[in-house]
């Protein structure tokens, strides 16, 4: 990432565009979070690209003083790793809801993780489609009624967190929106880390689902004596039900994948091409 010396106010990082959500609504907390996270690591605005899928969560980058990339719905994951392929001395954060993410783009996930790309995925986790009216999403509970449930969810929702540390993710997070100062903390974490860095931060809906006083007695931070560096400790406390834990599940150390790409083309370059006589010759 690229930083400068000098000292850079949260301030600095907001636009001219008022965010439109929902008064209440998480995404304030996880907006106000990422300014803190940016100006802790003094992040250049033109040093950083945003990108953003469909969804309430997808007008972010329009808030934040950076480059910025509204997608289309469900690929924020490859279009973030074309631009960090284009320009790997840039910061990239790619942002999006659980409905863009794990539904629509619940396929790139898997290739992200494996690629080991450096590029940190926020997700905004509301457990319901916001922008259009409230239906459940992949991470709706069984039961949750909405527009498109009447009669109750049926489905039983994926999580998350098991799901990327099954995937290998080399960065595997959860935030909360109501909890900024943590918050910030863990995003910092997660730009700093490099390769693939995923967080799935609560961002209660105030208008079609809100769990504003149904999380907080349920929420509890990672215990101290978990070991993050292991994966299988990781996948254990991600399925646990007592309580909803916050912080890092697992952190560990794998080349990413601009590293890759750097030693193919230095190969490439270092090896004599082929001249066109000799590939007709082939053919001959």
Known sequence: MSAQAAEISPQEYKTDEHPIWCPGCGDFGVLASLYQSL???KIHSKDLVVVSGIGCSGRTPGFVKSYGFH????????VSLGVKLANPKLTVIGVGG???????????????VRRNFDVAYLVMDNATYGLTKGQYSPTAPKGFMAGSTPYGNIEKPINPLAMLIG????????????????LADL????????????????????????T???????????????????????????????????????????????EGVAQVIKAAQASAPPRLDEIFAEFA
């Open 39 to 41: 100006a802790a690591l």
């Open 71 to 78: 997608v289309v719905h469900g690929r924020v994951l490859p």
């Open 98 to 112: 659980d409905g863009d993410g794990f539904a629509i783009g619940g396929g790139h996930i898997a290739h992200a």
């Open 167 to 182: 995937y290998g993710a080399t960065f595997v997070a959860r935030g909360y929106s109501g909890k900024p100062r943590e």
């Open 187 to 210: 995003i910092t974490r997660a730009i700093e880390h490099k390769g693939f860095a995923f967080m799935d931060i609560i961002s209660p809906c105030i208008t079609f689902y809100n």
């Open 212 to 258: 504003y006083k149904v999380i907080p007695p349920q929420l509890a931070e990672v215990p101290k004596d978990h070991d993050a560096t292991s994966r299988t400790r990781a996948f254990e406390l991600a399925l646990r039900e007592d309580k909803v834990y916050l912080g890092v599940f697992y952190q560990t150390q794998e080349p990413t994948f601009e």
